[in-house]
Each structure stands twice: as C-alpha cells, then as structure tokens.
C-alpha cells in the first residue's frame, strides 16, 4: 500500500510536468509547473522527510508566485 502512494504521486509529478510543457496557455503553464514540486513533496512526506518537504513547498510556492507576477507583465500567450 506505500508504495502505490509513491508511485501515485511520482504519476502525478510527471502528469503535471508535462502538462506544463504541452499547454500554451502561460498561466496555465506556471500553475501545472508549481504542481509538480507539491507532488514530490508528497513524496517527501511519504518518506519520512517533512523538513525537505516543507522547503519544497515554500520555494516551488515563491516561483510560482514570482512566475506569475512576471507574466502578469509580459503576454500571456505564446
């Protein structure tokens, strides 16, 4: 049962990285591009490590957020 939650969220990290490679929509992009870290962080906690967890999550959430105040100032789309 662990490890189907590990792969479950392995699935997810690389279904988001994709998904913010594919789609041409910048926003959208930015968002599935700061999914990713929170699925591996995820991953993280499944594996006892909740410090390197929450860094994860604190700096995939501080890109994203500096990613989307650059884009607000750029165009949007390709």
Same mark, same amino acid.
């Given at each position: 049962m662990f490890e189907y939650f #590990?792969? #479950? =969220? =392995? &699935?997810? /990290? $690389?279904i988001f990285s994709y %998904? /913010? $490679?594919e789609t041409k929509?910048? #926003?959208y992009s930015v968002i599935f591009l700061g999914? *990713?870290?929170v699925s591996i962080s995820i991953y993280y906690l499944? %594996?006892?490590a909740p410090?390197? *967890?929450i860094t994860e999550v604190s700096v995939? /959430?501080?890109l994203t957020a500096l990613f989307i105040? &650059? %884009?607000?100032?750029t165009r949007r789309f390709e």
């Open positions: #590990l792969y #479950l =969220s =392995s &699935t997810f /990290a $690389v %998904l /913010a $490679v929509d910048l #926003l999914g *990713a870290p499944l %594996l006892q410090d390197i *967890a995939s /959430a501080l105040i &650059t %884009l607000n100032r």
